[in-house]
């Protein structure tokens, strides 16, 4: 374990909804960034004797991410077990794929530990099927945010049947009024989950 970066998925809130190689790798970590989606019910699995470190940013902060990467980089290469701790998964929308290639390219062993993400547990706990026969025989996952803040083109996606907008509150209106533009039918319901597994 020691040297090694781990990329965990801290899931959508809920401590129960971590899996149980999470859980194992977060007690024996020896340095944990975490960003500000990961609940305080998570960080209680963390090892009492870890170096825990808040590497949370807000949209637009980009130059967090330089950080983060040394950060990680630095404790691998004093032989520390690291975990990048991020809530949901951390290969959607999470940045994973970029610190998983940053980290092999600099010849760190990196191991992704997948979570449960919000896309599919939001809707799911609100008891919203992604998919119904006869309704929906499939769903698209996609952000809300363009780089720097830009709005999406969600053409590629305006025809799926389910579809999920991760990130997307605060340019609500602009994506409804895009999909309408592109066919989708203005009554067609919508909804929007925040805090989906957590008080």
């Not at 520390?80 to 390219?105: I, N, T, Y």
């Not at 008891?127 to 119904?132: A, F, N, R, W």
């Amino acid at each position: 374990m020691r040297g090694r970066v781990y990329l965990v998925g801290a899931g959508p809130g809920d401590p129960e909804l971590l899996t149980l190689k999470a859980a194992r790798v977060l007690a024996g970590a020896e340095v944990v960034l975490h960003d500000r989606l990961v609940g305080e019910g998570v960080l209680a699995l963390v090892n009492p004797g870890a170096h825990r470190i808040y590497v949370g940013k807000e949209v637009g902060q980009q130059g967090v991410q330089e950080e983060i990467l040394a950060l990680m980089l630095a404790y691998a290469r004093k032989g520390c077990a690291v975990v990048r701790l991020k809530g949901g998964d951390p290969m959607v929308f999470g940045r994973g794929g970029e610190e998983w290639r940053f980290l092999v390219e600099q010849g760190v062993a990196v191991e992704v530990v997948p979570g449960v993400s919000s896309a599919i547990a939001a809707p799911s706990l609100a008891g919203i099927p992604l998919t119904l026969r006869g309704v929906a025989g499939g769903f698209a996952v996609v952000s809300g945010q363009g780089q720097g803040g830009e709005l999406p083109s969600l053409a590629a996606y305006a025809g799926v049947e389910t579809l999920v907008v991760l990130m997307g509150v605060s340019q609500r209106q602009q994506l409804a009024a895009q999909l309408i533009a592109l066919g989708r039918p203005p009554a067609e319901p919508v909804a929007f989950i925040e805090r989906s597994s957590t008080p």
